[in-house]
């Protein structure tokens, strides 16, 4: 099944075209990881396909249900809510109000598989930058999503964390969630079976 597909996508800021012609076609259960140098364009690629930037020209088809972690959070550390709280803000859906039994196991579930349950009390403004990060990808993960954007999920992650990670995105893999990642890290391209890399360029005109 097809979890995205653009056909020669343009994105633009201003006159500066960064992406150009952009084509590329992802099935369910694929891991796509984007490479590049700073400034080719990784970021704005992402956010084109989650919606935070229009086409100038060229076609996207996407999921119904895509989430995004954006790559460096944007969060007010001095909101007041707590690991849990924000965890479960993932689940919400268009028309609900409340949040079910549901929504709390599966909040439980990944905070559990991400390691941060033992923090789901703590208010956000306590954690390390490597704990925030989890506690974003659990959200995300709380979408259930068909289509998962993850713009350098691993800066700041130790190895112990990293592992989790990918363990967990081998996990929605599996289950036929298509993921999008930005990575500098080379080691990364390595560990999942089901991928392709895609190197951005810098010559933006
Ligand atoms: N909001 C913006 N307005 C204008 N130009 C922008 C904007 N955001 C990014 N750019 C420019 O677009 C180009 C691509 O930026 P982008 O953030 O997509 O790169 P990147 O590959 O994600 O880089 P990094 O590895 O540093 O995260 C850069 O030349 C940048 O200066
Ligand atoms: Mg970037």
């Known amino acids: 099944m097809i979890r995205l597909e653009l056909e020669n996508a343009v994105i633009k800021y201003g006159d500066t075209a960064i992406i150009k012609n952009f084509s590329l076609k992802v099935e369910s259960g694929e891991m796509i990881f984007v490479t590049g ?19 100038s020209s ?4 996407r999921a119904e249900r895509v989430s995004y972690v954006p790559q460096v959070e944007e969060a007010d550390r001095n909101f007041p809510a707590t690991v849990k709280e924000i965890v479960l803000t993932g689940t919400q859906r268009k028309g609900k109000l409340f949040y079910t039994q549901n929504d709390k ?3 439980e579930k990944f905070m559990k598989e991400l390691g941060i349950f ?11 930058g490597g704990q925030l990060r989890r506690v974003f ?6 979408g259930e999503p068909e289509l998962l954007l993850l713009d350098e999920p691993c800066a700041g992650l130790d190895a112990e964390s990293h592992k989790i990670l990918f363990g967990c995105l081998q996990k929605i893999l599996e289950k036929g969630c298509a993921i999008i990642m930005v990575t500098h890290d080379d080691s990364d391209l390595e560990g999942i079976k089901n991928s392709r890399v895609i190197e951005m360029s810098n010559n933006h005109e």
Do not use: V
């Open 37 to 55: 140098s700073n400034g080719s364009g990784k970021s704005t690629l992402i956010r084109g396909i989650a919606g935070l930037l229009p086409l």
């Open 137 to 142: 990808l659990a959200r995300a993960l709380c």
């Open 58 to 61: 060229g076609k996207i088809f």
């Open 105 to 107: 196991k599966l909040a």
């Open 118 to 128: 033992e923090l789901s009390d703590s208010k956000i403004k306590t954690l390390s």
